[in-house]
């Protein structure tokens, strides 16, 4: 979710830099495209296994019952990009992150650019469920929902924001701009730290990422209100044939 995405971009950078190093050895120049699970372990991929049998569940007719959901998905299979999935865990004052997406590599002609969808499900596990939590769109995140519906309904949320931000070149190329590279310059000042504290440019820069991390926000939330009124239809359905009304 990109509000928190907002609170701990910064840190998250220091593991990403990581990832990629590690990724330039390990991986091809050009991995396969669509979701790539090779960072998860086998009982990660156990999980990842029960998201995607919610995403792809059917009616008694065989029909999608969260086609949302799934025409997500199966843009990023057929998208020509990777999006590498990760299951991770945010320590401490962080640990309120359910999810992320950040490009990883950038291509410049737009054709296949490296991303990764990281999710935090022992964090959406513990998320509080209530009005507090009610988004701008009206909608309270998770209620009503299961564990591993949870999960989808967070993994829309990124999956959103991976097409929004994939499917337009100028798009991506600003998010690499205003928000990874600001992000990166403010890891440096961190790992070394000037007399005067942060640049009045540097400031300039952190207020259009958040301006820009806002209006990709927005989008996405207007999304996630779809999955889960799609993933709660469902629910009520089933809770009304079991009571035996219709
Ligand atoms: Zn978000």
């Given at each position: 979710m990109l509000k928190v995405y907002l609170t701990v971009a910064a840190l998250m950078v220091s593991s990403l830099i990581e990832i990629r190093a590690q990724g330039g050895t390990i991986n091809s120049l050009y991995p396969q495209t669509g979701?790539?699970?090779?960072?998860?372990s086998p009982i990660e991929l156990e999980k990842w296994k029960g998201i995607e049998r919610i995403v792809f569940a059917e009616n008694s007719e065989g029909q999608p019952t969260h086609p949302t959901l799934q025409n997500l998905w199966q843009w990023i299979e057929t998208s020509g990009h990777t999006v590498y999935i990760e299951i991770i865990k945010l320590r401490g004052g962080f640990s309120c992150t359910a999810g992320l997406f950040h490009i990883e590599r950038f291509d410049p002609l737009g054709d296949h650019h490296i991303a990764v969808i990281k999710l935090n499900l022992d964090s959406i596990n513990q998320a509080y469920v209530g009005?507090?939590?009610?988004?701008p769109n009206g909608f309270v995140p998770f209620?009503?929902?299961?564990k591993e519906e949870r999960y989808a309904e967070v993994l829309g949320h990124e999956l959103a924001h991976a097409i929004h931000i994939l499917t337009d070149l100028e798009r991506s190329r600003l998010v690499e701009d205003t928000v990874q590279e600001t992000n990166q310059m403010i890891l440096a000042l961190h790992q070394r730290p000037k007399p005067g504290g942060i640049a009045a440019d540097l400031k300039r820069r952190i207020f259009k990422r958040d301006v820009l991390l806002k209006s990709l926000e927005k989008q996405a939330e207007g999304m996630e209100k779809v999955i889960w009124r799609e993933l709660t239809a469902t629910k009520s359905l089933t809770a009304s044939g079991q009571a035996g009304r219709k």
């Amino acid at each position: 979710m990109l509000k928190v995405y907002l609170t701990v971009a910064a840190l998250m950078v220091s593991s990403l830099i990581e990832i990629r190093a590690q990724g330039g050895t390990i991986n091809s120049l050009y991995p396969q495209t669509g979701f790539v699970t090779e960072r998860l372990s086998p009982i990660e991929l156990e999980k990842w296994k029960g998201i995607e049998r919610i995403v792809f569940a059917e009616n008694s007719e065989g029909q999608p019952t969260h086609p949302t959901l799934q025409n997500l998905w199966q843009w990023i299979e057929t998208s020509g990009h990777t999006v590498y999935i990760e299951i991770i865990k945010l320590r401490g004052g962080f640990s309120c992150t359910a999810g992320l997406f950040h490009i990883e590599r950038f291509d410049p002609l737009g054709d296949h650019h490296i991303a990764v969808i990281k999710l935090n499900l022992d964090s959406i596990n513990q998320a509080y469920v209530g009005p507090e939590t009610m988004k701008p769109n009206g909608f309270v995140p998770f209620l009503g929902l299961e564990k591993e519906e949870r999960y989808a309904e967070v993994l829309g949320h990124e999956l959103a924001h991976a097409i929004h931000i994939l499917t337009d070149l100028e798009r991506s190329r600003l998010v690499e701009d205003t928000v990874q590279e600001t992000n990166q310059m403010i890891l440096a000042l961190h790992q070394r730290p000037k007399p005067g504290g942060i640049a009045a440019d540097l400031k300039r820069r952190i207020f259009k990422r958040d301006v820009l991390l806002k209006s990709l926000e927005k989008q996405a939330e207007g999304m996630e209100k779809v999955i889960w009124r799609e993933l709660t239809a469902t629910k009520s359905l089933t809770a009304s044939g079991q009571a035996g009304r219709k």
